[in-house]
């Protein structure tokens, strides 16, 4: 697969090294009350869908950038490529 | 032996005679044959058996889809089974011999199977080898394995050598035929980066093997001309005996470039085959059709051919395969084969056209309505059968039968990606169907365009709507004048006269009467059809057996071809050699080697080395004296302890973390506390996963407000770091943090025991006593008289030890000063195995005991474990099930009697506890004998086990078959106040 | 500055670099470059720019190198180059770009972490289309990028039509350079 960096370009997806669900970003505040049945859900409940899929990967022979590619599992059809970073931050994580 | 069935013309260089022998024969040929034309040349028909019945079999082909002509190529380590004659290019001394017979081709004992053949029908094994089930494996499978296979493997060690290469094009055109050609004069004239791909070893495709004419000119000089301009083209690249072997996603595809097969032996330092990844915008398949024969009984005979192919021998290579040629065609271009011999002198006897009406060829015995429907012939075809239009049956005399069934677009490249193909009533066949590789687009007879100027029109349109998509504007040229007959055929898939085998799939000798078994029994879908038969899984993938068996299956069910279905082709196109796909990566060239800054040092010494991931690290250092590894290591380990030893530890991981959240960024990735360790000073980390468990340790230091240093196991390194960033661009996107490796920036070697700090201080520039440098101690200092160094005091052996590191360009040096600096003190220098010896003395854990399975309690550390902070892993660390009172915790363990050996993965049970799951309380993670303890000791993970200290127990190891008293200990068994390390 | 006593080895392990020639292609081990990386603390981004500027010190864009008197630069990530010095004079070449940059980046000395090769050849694309999956041929001029050479991670820089420079961990230097030979010899 190729993977359109947004920074770098197209790069071979043999360069990155694959993580999972875009949802392990949403990372729950260990210290909140609740936050063993948090973590639970947050580690243990993902979706697995034959379709479009937010994902995780990272650039290890390249910028060492995680991203958030969104890909077709049935098809691997990649329609959007963002730096996790960015979303990330979307997500309210900045603090 | 003289070529007796070589005719005249041809693309052959007869002014050089090429010898080369098979099954020890010794022939003549030219330049530009096949071995299969040059065996053709010198009446060769026989050239192997096939796989189940041992049937005699010759070429059915003069291509890559050949069945049949399966030889060993070449002898000795070089020796290739199952090559197809068809495609081996010949050269000067090239030896080959039949396979899948014995004792001699000519006269086969397997060949009993044949007679056999009402036993052996589809599903023959799935039924016979059944039970008993105790049969399978003594007698059964060896049968089978014994009886399976075509060729033998040499099982010597490939001398050949493989490359791999990636390249890049806006438009990979796969096959250089009249529709790869134009296509690739459109696209390279207007400037795109084209790569022309062949399997061949002569561009023009079909136009080689045709007498037509292309733009006023014989085809293959049209196709000389066109290869001429486009290699004055800087932006093609033609790669000529270049397959296509997959495509990939988003236009990745693989290619196999035969660099040096048409040679005796590869030239010196050149590969035998580079395995291409090409990266392409666009792809033209424009890989041709192949033809398929018409099943009758007997059809597999020596000299019955597809009519394509006997006409190709003819025009390109100059052989005719008989001097009686009989055709079998139900479709014009099969015709074609007559009036090609024929303008060639060659006695064409008949024409079997199954066709009624219409008509007849001049000066040519044209039988219209008529079939085949037996030949003879043991070795060879003799004669054939022919059912006459008025019902009649007449035997003529041949020695040669060319068969057209119609031809099958070679879509195979476009239904990778699991696009069906679809079924083209005009031609009868199945053309590349929706949903294929993306920007790939079919030209030619790939597409079911089947005359010359079919192809080269789609070839040109093709390459427009490239370059159109590139944003290139490029008009339409006119196109040389070619032929451009219509496909006229009326489908006849196989004869129903006669009750014999008909066969479908030559290479897995799958008949009529097997599909027709399989129907019977009810497995009519395509897949099961497959599996069931074996149709089309031998290693031509069914090129030319397939849609025939699709046909007689739906025949049988009633059904029409579309409705009866058609499977998929997948990666390879041809068969690839494991070594193509290996490349370089093999043998001590698996994978690159990492060396230690003592490396050069400890080889002069005589090192024993060790693999760790890819790193050559000392494991010990044997004296001359010494004849037994552990004697080297007991006194490495008693020196250590007695006086100072000297390690290289350079391949612990080392991070560079800075920013001024470095300390926060820390305190998130490490479950205690960071961010209140003083500058100039070092603490024992300890990293865990969210789930909870322990992912890595090490020491981490501060050596500036906004600056530390991590150290990490050296098997972690690498995931520690992608980890880190995960944390730092994913989860807390906006902490001030920079992350780089270190790891081989610097030189590190460990100095361990009571005289660790008198040996560096000689060689230390500043006072490094206890009260200026203390224990956890960690700063930048410089050695030798002002080589920037850094001096870390840790310990991981339990004694007075200090890590110093320097710039690795003077880790060769330091290692020998530090050895001759700890000549008083009789200092040695020891590896990785005396350093499993002095940390398991010491109770420290490692790679053994962080196995991915252990939390922090388990392994005695959970009070590191701040609950004061929100840390990776610290939630799920306080799951119920990870903090049972009873749960695994680290223990050391003595054999009671000390002179009974301990092994690592035994596993605890009680004394007087049957060996059984059930009692199971846990296992020995590591193990070794301790010169200072006086016999093996070991950790262990065992349930409760901190409530066990002081009992008995017995390690057991099945595998071993041991069953050893132990007492349960403490983890430390040196020094547990620590002592040692703070003095 | 070390004692005489102390003697630097080469990635390769030898007292000097090393240069081999086969076909035409030419490898040089260079032992005469002093790195270290920079990146840019948080928001700091302008006190970088500003610093580079009075270093003269230019900090290339995505995918980029310069070459300059004194320093030169190759783009690592966001925001994270590797600066380039000429060991002789810059030895110590962290401490001069914290003299420099002072808080505003941070910087990290990276001189023996890796081994450094010039590859030259007036047919180089036929060696590097068989080591890594760059497009070199097409790639501008100071093109700089990280790669993938026989299961090595590498940093390719493009410096001329015919000249391209690697950067290989320096443990892998061996391996790395085995690597190059095998296909230099196999294109020769």
Request: charged share 20%; proline share 4%.
């Amino acid at each position: 697969m190729i993977i359109n960096h947004p920074i770098l370009g197209p790069r071979d997806a043999q360069e990155f090294v694959y993580l999972g669900d875009e949802s392990l970003m949403a990372r729950p505040d260990g210290m909140a009350p609740d936050a063993i049945a948090l973590f639970h859900d947050y580690l243990y409940l993902r979706d697995n869908p034959a379709g479009e899929h937010r994902e995780l990967w990272y650039h290890e022979q390249g910028d060492r950038s995680w991203l958030v590619v969104t890909r077709n599992t049935v098809t691997h059809e990649i329609s959007k490529v963002e730096l996790a970073r960015d979303v990330a931050r979307s997500m309210g994580r900045s603090t | 032996m003289t070529q007796i069935n070589r005719i005249a013309g041809g693309l052959i260089d007869r002014s050089t005679m090429l010898r080369f022998t098979f099954d020890g024969k010794s022939y003549t040929g030219h330049p530009g044959d096949t071995l299969a034309s040059a065996l053709l040349a010198n009446g060769v028909r026989l050239m192997g058996r096939s796989f189940k019945y041992h049937r005699p079999r010759g070429p059915l082909s003069a291509g890559s889809e050949e069945p049949n002509a399966l030889v060993e190529l070449r002898s000795g380590a070089r020796q290739e089974p199952n090559t197809r004659a068809t495609v081996a290019e010949l050269f000067d001394g090239l030896a080959a011999n039949s396979q899948n017979r014995w004792p001699s081709l000519a006269f086969d004992m397997m060949s009993l199977n044949d007679r056999l053949s009402n036993f052996l029908a589809a599903g023959f094994y799935y039924k016979t080898f059944m039970w008993p089930a105790a049969f399978w494996e003594k007698i059964y499978e060896p049968i089978i394995r014994r009886a399976a296979g075509l060729g033998s493997m040499s099982r010597l060690e490939d001398p050949d050598s493989y490359d791999k290469g990636f390249l890049h094009c806006d438009v990979l055109i796969i096959g250089a035929g009249p529709a790869g050609l134009m296509a690739a004069l459109t696209a390279g004239r207007a400037g795109s980066r084209v790569i022309l791909a062949d399997e061949d070893f002569r561009f023009g495709g079909r136009l080689n093997a045709e007498t037509h004419d292309v733009g006023g000119m014989p085809g293959t000089d049209w196709a000389a001309a066109t290869v001429a301009e486009l290699s004055t083209l800087p932006n093609v690249r033609l790669m000529l005996r270049t397959t296509i072997i997959g495509a990939f996603d988003h236009g990745i595809y693989s290619a196999v470039e035969r660099v040096s097969d048409h040679l005796a032996q590869p030239l010196p330092g050149k590969p035998r085959q580079t395995l291409w990844r090409i990266y392409s915008k666009h792809t033209i398949l424009a890989a041709g059709a192949t033809e398929r024969p018409v099943a009758f009984e007997n059809n597999d005979r020596p000299g019955i051919m597809l009519a394509g192919s006997l006409r190709a021998y003819a025009n390109r290579w100059g052989v005719t395969v008989g001097d009686r040629v009989a055709v079998f065609s139900n479709n014009d271009d099969g015709l074609r084969t007559a009036l090609d011999l024929q303008a060639k002198g060659v006695d064409v006897v008949a024409v079997i056209d199954s066709r009624e009406g219409g008509a007849l060829l001049p000066g040519i015995r044209h039988l219209r309505g008529a079939q085949v429907i037996d030949s003879e012939g043991r070795l060879g075809l003799k004669s054939i059968t022919v059912r006459l239009a008025n019902g009649k049956t007449e035997t003529i005399n041949a020695t040669a039968l060319a068969v057209s069934g119609g031809w099958n677009p070679n879509l195979n490249i476009a239904s990778h990606h699991r696009a069906k193909p679809k079924w083209l009533e005009a031609i009868a066949a199945f053309v590349p169907g929706e949903g294929g590789p993306g920007n790939l687009t079919a030209a030619g007879a790939a597409r079911g365009a089947m005359s010359t100027h079919a192809a080269l029109s789609t070839g040109q349109s093709s390459a427009l709507e490239v370059l159109d998509a590139l944003g290139v504007n490029v008009k339409a040229t006119a196109l040389p004048k070619a032929e451009d007959a219509p496909v006229a055929i009326t489908p006849l898939w196989h004869v129903h006269y006669g009750n014999g085998r008909a066969w479908i799939d030559m290479q897995n000798d799958v008949t009529v009467k097997d599909i027709k078994l399989a129907h019977q029994e009810n497995f009519t879908s395509v897949e099961h059809l497959k599996r069931y038969t074996t149709l089309g899984m031998a290693t031509d993938q069914g090129k030319t057996g397939n849609v025939i068996g699709l046909a007689v299956m739906a025949e049988l069910t009633g059904r029409s071809i579309p409705e009866t279905g058609t499977t998929v082709y997948r990666p390879p196109y041809t068969p690839v050699a494991m070594g193509t796909l290996a490349g370089r990566s093999r043998g001590k060239e698996f994978k690159p080697f990492r060396h230690t800054p003592s490396h050069q040092w400890a080889m002069e010494q005589g090192a024993i080395f060790v693999e760790v991931g890819m790193w050559l690290r000392t494991q010990w250092l044997p004296r001359a004296d010494e004849t037994h590894w552990r004697q080297s290591v007991d006194r490495e380990v008693l020196a250590t302890r007695k006086s100072v030893g000297i390690c290289d530890v350079t391949t612990l991981g080392k991070i560079d973390i800075q920013g001024t959240d470095a300390g926060t960024f820390l305190d998130k990735v490490y479950a205690n506390t960071f961010s209140t360790l003083a500058v100039g000073k070092c603490r024992y980390g300890l990293m865990l996963r969210e789930d909870g468990i322990v992912f890595d340790d090490g020491t981490t230091a501060r050596l500036a407000e906004h600056e530390y240093v991590m150290t990490t196991t050296t098997a972690n390194a690498v995931t520690v770091f992608r980890h880190l960033e995960f944390v730092r661009q994913c989860l807390f996107p906006d902490l001030d943090v920079q992350l780089i490796s270190t790891t081989e920036a610097w030189a590190q070697y460990s100095v361990a025991g009571p005289n660790a700090r008198k040996l560096l201080q000689k060689l230390v520039d500043q006072d490094i006593s206890d009260a200026v440098f203390p224990y956890m101690g960690a700063g930048n200092i410089t050695v030798c008289g002002g080589l920037r160094a850094r001096l870390f005091r840790i310990s991981f052996s339990g004694e007075l030890a200090y890590e110093i590191a320097v710039p690795t360009r003077y880790g060769d040096a330091l290692i020998r000063q530090l050895v001759e600096a700890g000549k008083e003190f009789d200092a040695i220098v020891y590896g990785t195995e005396t350093l499993g010896v002095l940390r398991i003395e010491k109770g420290h854990v490692a790679g053994n005991e962080l196995n991915g399975q252990s939390t922090a309690l388990n392994m005695g550390l959970g009070k590191m474990v701040s609950k004061k902070k929100d840390s990776i892993g610290m939630t799920l660390s306080q799951r119920e099930g990870l903090n049972d009172p009873n749960g695994y915790r680290l223990v050391g363990v003595k054999p009671v009697d000390i002179t009974q050996a301990l092994s690592a993965g035994s596993h605890f049970l009680e004394i007087g506890a049957a060996p059984v799951a059930g009692n199971d309380g846990g296992w020995l993670t590591s193990m070794v004998y301790s010169p200072h303890i006086g016999s093996h000791i070991a950790l262990g993970y065992l349930k409760a086990g901190d409530q066990k200290i002081g009992q008995r127990m017995r390690a057991v190891n099945f595998l071993n078959k041991t069953d050893v008293e132990i007492e349960i200990v403490s983890p430390h068994f040196l020094d547990p106040e620590g002592e040692r390390l703070r003095g | 500055m070390a004692n005489a006593e102390l003697k630097p080895l080469t990635a390769l392990g030898h007292p000097a670099p090393t240069t081999i020639e086969i076909g035409g292609c030419r490898i040089i081990e260079r032992f005469d470059v002093a790195l270290a990386s920079l990146a840019t603390r948080r928001g700091r981004e302008k006190d970088v720019a500003k610093a580079g500027k009075l270093a003269k010190l230019v900090l290339p864009g995505v995918s980029q190198s310069i070459t300059s008197s004194v320093y030169g630069a190759f783009w690592l990530s966001s925001q994270q180059w590797m600066i380039e010095a000429p060991f002789a004079t810059h030895e110590d070449i962290a401490a001069h770009l914290k003299s420099m940059f002072a808080d505003a980046a941070s910087i990290t000395e990276q001189t023996d972490a890796w081994v450094r090769f010039d590859v030259s050849s007036r047919n180089l694309q036929p060696v590097l289309e068989r080591l890594c999956n760059v497009d070199v041929a097409k790639a501008e001029m100071d093109f700089a990028t990280r790669t993938v050479i026989e299961h090595i991670g590498c940093y390719l820089i493009k410096r001329g039509a015919d000249n391209v420079t690697l950067y290989g961990p320096r443990s892998m230097a061996a391996s790395l350079l085995h690597a190059l030979e095998i296909i230099a010899h196999s294109v020769a």
